[in-house]
């Protein structure tokens, strides 16, 4: 029998082959399918030489190029006459000058160490206690610092003002009370007043620096603290020469004298009440026991 030429044998359209696939390195495109290769997680061929200049590669990078040379600052450009007499123009940067802008200025300050002035007149406000100019009228707008240093200055000013101001006024009259009670010798008792007043005002002094270490203060600074020793101080005395006219209530005197040292102190400190108490107690008890050494040199 012949061959059936309808039933022809067909070739498969997927030869089969004994050759293994072809094999290429991913980096330089050789074929490794037959020399020392190494394949990655990805299943990339690489040829040994490009395997070895990749591991140098990552071990030793290539140095870094040199950094560019700073642009220049406009700021610190000068201008500079060409060939034919023509300014040249600055160099089109951007300014790279690291220092920080500074805030304008207040309207009522200027730069540095200057007094303050005023924006309307020019008035120098060195020292202004108050809120307006005293020139034209005009209300002055301070800064917060400059307004923490009024009130600072204003603080001072009364800490002094109002003990002087009682020392003033109560010494007029220690001074003419011996000379209105009358007396043998009212000079003598006049001075005789105003000796213990020092040595009271010396020991309540050095008692209240001394109390510091124990930690019961007043506030303000030792002359200050002196000054209010000597406002209290008078006026316990002003109250020893009235009660010299009370007859018989005359015993109350030491009681009403400690009383009267500790309101204008506390007053005038305007601190801790507890504090003061003890400070005043201290105080004036120390005093007596200066005038009794003091009387029996």
């Known amino acids: 029998m012949g061959d ?36 990655d997680r990805h299943g990339r061929y690489r040829c040994k030489p490009c395997e070895t200049a990749l591991a140098r590669a990552i071990l030793d990078p290539a140095p870094l190029p040199p950094p560019e040379p ?27 000058d690291p220092r920080p802008l500074t805030p304008p200025p207040s309207t009522n300050t200027r730069p540095g160490n200057a007094p303050p002035k005023c924006r309307h007149c020019g008035y120098e406000l060195r ?16 800064t917060r610092d400059e307004r923490a240093s009024v009130e600072a200055r204003e603080a001072l000013h009364d800490a002094y003002k109002k003990p002087i101001l009682l020392i003033v006024i109560l010494g007029l009259i220690v001074s003419a009370g011996p ?10 008792d006049a001075v005789g007043y105003w000796v213990k007043f020092a040595v009271r005002v010396a020991t309540a002094s050095v008692t209240t620096i001394m109390l510091l270490m124990v930690g019961v203060s007043m506030e303000g600074t030792i002359l200050i603290n002196t000054l209010r020793w000597a406002a209290a101080l008078l006026a316990g005395t002003v109250t020893a020469l009235i009660m010299s006219l009370a007859g018989p209530l005359v015993v109350l005197t ?12 506390w007053q005038l400190a305007d601190g801790d009440i507890q504090d003061t108490i003890i400070i005043t107690f ?16």
């Open 179 to 188: 000379f209105i009670l009358g007396g043998d010798d009212p000079l003598a």
């Open 70 to 96: 700073p642009k220049a600052d406009i700021r610190e450009w000068v201008p500079t006459l060409d060939g034919d007499g023509a300014i040249e123009l600055a160099p089109d940067v951007v300014p790279t």
């Open 4 to 39: 059936d030429p309808g039933h022809a044998p067909q070739a498969s359209p997927h030869p089969t082959t004994d050759r293994p696939a072809r094999k290429t390195c991913a980096l330089c495109g050789k074929d490794v399918t037959d020399i020392p290769r190494v394949k």
């Open 127 to 142: 020292g202004l206690l108050q809120p307006k100019c005293p020139e034209c009228g005009n209300a002055v707008s301070l």
């Open 282 to 297: 201290v105080g004036v008890m120390a005093g007596y026991i200066a005038l009794l050494v003091v009387s029996r040199m």
């Open 254 to 265: 030491p009681l009403l004298y400690m009383f009267v040292v500790l309101g204008v102190l």
